[in-house]
């Protein structure tokens, strides 16, 4: 089966760092996504990577502070969260598909809270 694990949440205060990790099983995927949800919003993208050549998405307010990135196998994809704010709240997701119009995967989601 193709499944998306991801790991890291927690607690930070503000001004804190979080880095969160999505494994990958049954497949190997091209790119990699993390979206987050904060409660009564919807879903957004923050961050992306093509596990290929490396190039990489950024949400405008997360740009600077946040750094998406690889294990050279391209299996695991981190999130390293730094200068966070309590609006970075919510539960972030990965994602990922296999080709251009396949629904994808998305892992169950870790839960970041910054106060």
């Known amino acids: 089966d193709v499944q998306l694990v991801e790991s890291g949440g927690g607690s930070a205060l503000a001004g804190g760092s979080v880095r969160l990790s999505c494994a990958a099983s049954?497949?190997?995927?091209?790119?990699y996504s993390w979206f987050r949800q904060a409660p009564g919003q919807e879903r957004e993208g923050v961050a992306a990577?093509?596990?290929?050549?490396?190039?990489?998405y950024y949400l405008n307010s997360v740009e600077g502070r946040f750094t998406i990135s690889q294990d050279p196998a391209g299996k695991t994809v981190f999130l390293q969260m730094n200068s966070l704010r309590p609006d970075d709240t919510g539960m972030y997701y990965c994602?990922?598909?296999?080709?251009?119009?396949?629904?994808?995967?998305w892992g169950q989601g870790t839960q970041v809270t910054v106060s």
């Open positions: 990577i093509d596990t290929g050549d490396g190039s990489t």
């Open positions: 049954g497949y190997t995927f091209n790119t």
């Open positions: 994602y990922s598909r296999r080709w251009l119009g396949d629904t994808g995967f």
